[in-house]
């Protein structure tokens, strides 16, 4: 499996931090440009000099999102809205109710009661 390269997921990081440090300051009200150039730039340093330890804990991380975190939001979220649309007979793809046809059933609409 190739992934991407540490310099790049260090790049990454860096851009990251940068985008935060600017909403951050900038919702407080003391972003300055001078600011962001000396943080974005040592960030940009030390994460380069640091690339294959973040890229060791980004793939460290990459494997808890991906099999810890979605595992618990599947089954916290996605698997309890399908116990409770099974126990409450909520068919929202309108999978049961098809007799020969896929049209939908609707009330007719008159032209009067529009105005």
Known sequence: MQTSSPR?????VSAGL????FIITSSVGVFSLQYLVIFAG???AITQIFALKISKGLDIFAIINTKIFLGIL???VIAIYGILFRFLRIDLLRLKKQPDS??????????GKMF
């Open 74 to 76: 599947f089954v916290c």
């Open 102 to 111: 896929y049209w939908l059933e609707i009330e007719s609409n008159d032209v």
């Open 18 to 21: 940068s985008f935060w440090f």
């Open 8 to 12: 790049f997921k260090a790049l990454a």
């Open 42 to 44: 040592s960030v940009f």
